[in-house]
Every structure is written in C-alpha cells, then in structure tokens.
C-alpha cells in the first residue's frame, strides 16, 4: 500500500504578540489567588472539586487507562485452564450400547508474534489517546475555574451596581420629597415635582432588575460548584480586588501552556499510530498455540494416573481477497489523522487568536476606565453644584435632573468597565492555560 504522509503544515507562529505585554513571567498554577479574595479561592477549590464536567473527564481518563492495560496485554502470553466433564452413551462394535465417562483438564496458552509491530503500534496508540484525556481533564479544570472566576466576578459587579441603584434611589427619593414640598407652598410648579417623581420609579426599577441578574448568576455558579440552588458568599468587594499582572511571554511559549493544545497535539500522534495498525493489519500475522492437559474416566483416575494429553502448534494468518475492507479501513485511519492535525492546527490558531483578544481588552478597558473614572469625577461634581444651585433657586429642576441621570450613568459605566476589565484578566489567564505545565 502506498505511504500516506500527513498534510503539509499550514501553521505559522507569529514572532511576538500585536499588543505589548508587561513580561513573560510564568503563571501561577492557582492564578485566581491573585485577585486577592479569599472566598474566591475556596470558590474555585469547591468547583474544582466537585464540578460535573471535571467529575465527567476524570472518569473518561480511567477508562482510556484501562484501555492501554487492555491493549498491553496483548504482549503477553493468555493462559486459560479449562476442566470438562463428560457423560456420553454409544454403539460399542457388537451392537451394543456403551457408556464412558470422561474428565479432561488442560492448560492453554496462545501468543501472538508481533513481528511487524502491530500489536507495540495499539499499545502506542492507546497510551497516547489516554495522555489526550489526562489533557482534556486539564483543559475542564480550567474552563471551570475560568469560569467560576467570571461568574464570581460578575457577581460583584452587579452586587457594585445594586447598592449603587439603592443609594441613588434614596437620593431620589430625597429630590421628589424637596420638589414636592417647593411644589405645596408653591414655590416650583407641579411639572417639577413630576419630573422627580418619575426619575424616583425609573431607578427604583432598576434595583428589582438587578436583583434578578444577581439571583441569576448566583444559580450559574452554583451550577458549577455541584451545589444546590442558594445564596453565595462574597469576599472583598469589586472595588477592593487586585488588578492582576499576567505575562504572555513569547507566542511559542503558548504552545506548551495549554492543555487543549497538547491534547489536540497528542490526538494526532494517537492517529498516527492507528494509521500504522491499520496497515499493519495487511500484512500476516503469527499466532503461537500450546496446550498442557490430563484425561480420566473419573475423577480418582484424573488426579492419581490419569492420561497425560499435550499440542503445541502455530499458525499463519495472512489475508489474500477481503474485497478491500482492510485497504479501506487503512484509507480510514488516514484520513483521521489528517483531521487530528487539521484540528490541531485550528485549536493552536484559537489560542493565539484568544490570547491576542484578552491582551486587546485589557488594555483598551483600562483606557477606558481612566476616561470613565474621570468623567465620573467630574460628573458628580456637576451634580453638587446643580443641587446647590436648585436649592438655592438659581436653577431650575430640569438642570438638578439632567446632572443626577448623567452622574447615574457615569458612576453605572464605571463599575461595569473595572468588572469587565478583571475579566478581561481571567480571560487572559484562560488563554495562557492557567499555569498548567504537561508532565514529562
């Protein structure tokens, strides 16, 4: 059969990333520590502990580990004993009938030679298909820690925005019992108590919005704990978290950070080593027999003077018109292969393209925050001095109501970009693999 190279490779590696990094400092295996919240840690420890999709990829793992026993024990010799009674009546040479009992014991063994490498191939492979799960069971353990981090984090941004919905809403409320008071002794028109009192309900509606996000994402996380549906302890809050410092090094490097890479990589030296057992299989097999055994007409006679029996023989497979069936399957294996280093090359492709998004974030998010943090500065500070100047009777309503909406939306947009920036970080250490390392 005609050699079956693997497709030609397509993938280059970028010397460096598009956006400048701080270092290439390696990554902390437990990088959610660097946040700095300790109820995120055990979070994270919970979920890893107790999550179904880990609990899942662990099982998987014993079961391709028992795989490669099951295909290693094909190197060995198979021994069986077998002990067969029998009772069993006949003509004898004059017409009559005869009785005989007979008890045969034997010791069998069978090994097959594997002179051209077919067997040493299937152990090969299984152990390589057993390695890409040991893989996929790290790949789980950081998509759940990545994601319990997210989740949490979310967590303490929308927590941010409801107290900032109740304190705004009892300034509001403050605002509507100040125009509505000016309103009866008839200093400001019923228009301006109006306006107060509908700024009043439109954030009081946010705080039962955010109350609902908050039971929401409460019931995600437990999900991936393992746990039951309930509340959620927090830690420190959004404001108080560490911004962390990740470094992506060299985009090289990101090839032996992440374990979806190297199961997609040892996917393909699995199906490099099915592609040589299929063709294996086109070429003949030697298959070794023996047997050691003893016959008697009872069991007295079997174990004092019995009939010693013995066979020692071999044999020669070689498959001479199967219609194709073998050729085929060894055009099937070729083709899987050919898919593992397509697949490899795709997963390796995302990972750059991943870690060049978290990079991206982060430093746009915190350009944005600056700017938002000073326009929130600034739009509180219009605020007071609306107010002072409504009070006072310098300004009217309308000027106090367009500066406490703008200082809403900009104390709002704040939080959400310092949640989305921490995030941004997780998504980072989820692009850089975690910290994990393969094992030699």
Excluded at 122 to 145: D, H, N, T
Aim: no cysteine; hydrophobic share 45%.
């Amino acid at each position: 059969m005609a050699p079956q190279p693997a497709p030609a490779p397509s993938l280059t590696v970028p010397p460096a990333w598009r956006t400048a990094s701080v270092d290439s400092a390696a990554v902390d295996r437990d990088w959610w520590r660097a946040f700095g919240d300790p109820v995120l840690d055990s979070l994270v420890r919970r979920a890893l502990d107790n999550n179904g999709d880990i609990k899942i990829a662990r099982s998987r793992l014993q079961e391709f580990q028992a795989r490669v026993r099951v295909a290693d024990s094909a190197r060995l010799p198979a021994l069986n004993l077998s002990l067969g009674p029998t009772r069993a009546r006949a003509i004898g040479p004059f017409g009559e009938p005869v009785e005989t009992t007979s008890i045969v014991g034997a010791v069998q063994a069978s090994y097959e030679v594997d002179l051209f490498g077919r067997v040493a191939g299937s152990v090969e492979a299984a152990r390589f298909e057993s390695l890409s799960q040991e893989a996929a069971l790290e790949a789980a353990a950081l998509a759940v820690a990545a994601n319990t981090a997210s989740s949490y984090l979310n967590l303490l941004g929308l927590d941010a925005q409801l107290a900032l919905a109740r304190a705004t809403l009892e300034s509001r409320a403050r605002s509507f019992e100040l125009a509505r008071h000016q309103f009866e002794v008839g200093y400001s028109s019923r228009l301006e108590m109006s306006q107060a009192e509908a700024e009043l309900h439109a954030t009081a509606a946010t705080v039962p919005q955010l109350e609902r996000q908050i039971a929401l994402q409460e019931q995600a996380l437990n999900l991936l704990l393992g746990a039951s549906p309930g509340a959620v302890a927090r830690g420190a809050e959004l404001m108080a978290l560490r911004e962390p410092r990740p470094g992506p090094g060299l985009p090289s490097e990101l090839l032996r950070r992440r374990p979806d890479i190297a199961q997609a990589e040892r996917l393909v030296a699995a199906s490099d080593a099915s592609l040589a057992v299929a063709r294996d299989a086109l070429l003949p097999s030697i298959r070794l027999t023996a047997s050691l055994g003893a016959q008697g007409h009872s069991l007295s006679q079997l174990l004092r003077s019995p009939t010693e029996l013995w066979s020692i023989g071999g044999s020669v497979l070689a498959p001479l018109f199967d219609a194709g069936r073998l050729r085929a399957q060894a055009e099937i294996a070729g083709t899987v292969r050919d898919r593992a280093v397509f697949t490899y090359e795709s997963v390796v492709r995302t990972a750059f393209a991943e870690t060049e998004n978290a990079l991206a974030s982060i430093e746009g998010l915190q350009r944005q925050l600056v700017e938002a943090e000073a326009r929130r500065v600034a739009a509180n500070e219009v605020l007071r001095v609306a107010g002072n100047r409504y009070r006072n009777g310098y300004a009217s309503y309308l000027e106090e109501l367009d500066a406490q909406r703008t200082a809403f939306t900009a104390d709002l947009n704040a939080l959400q970009l310092r949640a989305s920036l921490l995030a941004a970080h997780v998504d980072l250490y989820r692009a850089l693999g975690g910290g994990w390392t393969p094992a030699p």
